[in-house]
């Protein structure tokens, strides 16, 4: 997905109530690693989609925040900033389920991962020099 769009994120085959914590990581591209944890509860069908169940007490935030995991991000390091300095090359976030509600986290459940890329496809990157003016120009296909 572009990183200016919202991501759906759901998770299915939970038990029915099952309390999970969620958790997302990305390395910057200075190897800086950002994560990000919420606590949920599943439904009484095993299902979770965060932008339908708010998340719990305890994690990076609470309330219902489906985007929650990617604003949250925090460095490890203190005092880090996650800066993109490619565009041409796109995060990649991690997505991971663990069982339970507890410090650290409990059995992974589940993972997957996701690119968060900046440039649609078929966009052209041109860069401009002229004078003391240096810039880049993206045109759309």
């Known amino acids: 997905s572009l990183f ?8 299915q ?3 029915p109530r099952q ?3 969620l958790r997302t990581s990305l390395r910057d591209e200075t190897g800086e690693l950002f994560q990000a944890c919420a606590r949920y509860q599943a439904g009484d069908d095993g299902e979770l989609d965060l932008a339908r169940c708010p998340a719990l007490p305890g994690g990076s935030f609470s309330g219902l925040e489906p985007m929650g995991l990617l604003w949250a991000l925090q460095p490890q390091k203190p005092f880090r900033r996650l800066v993109k ?3 041409q090359r796109p995060f990649l976030l991690q997505l991971e389920v663990f069982d339970g509600h507890g410090e650290p986290p409990g059995r992974l459940l589940a993972q997957a991962q996701h690119e968060r890329a900046f ?3 078929g966009v052209q ?3 401009v020099r002229e004078g003391r003016i240096r810039a880049t120009l993206f045109l759309p296909p």
């Open 4 to 11: 200016d769009e919202p991501l759906a994120i759901a998770v």
């Open 119 to 121: 440039l649609r496809d």
């Open 13 to 15: 085959g939970l038990g």
């Open 85 to 87: 300095k490619d565009v």
């Open 125 to 127: 990157r041109v860069p």
């Open 19 to 21: 309390p999970v914590t």
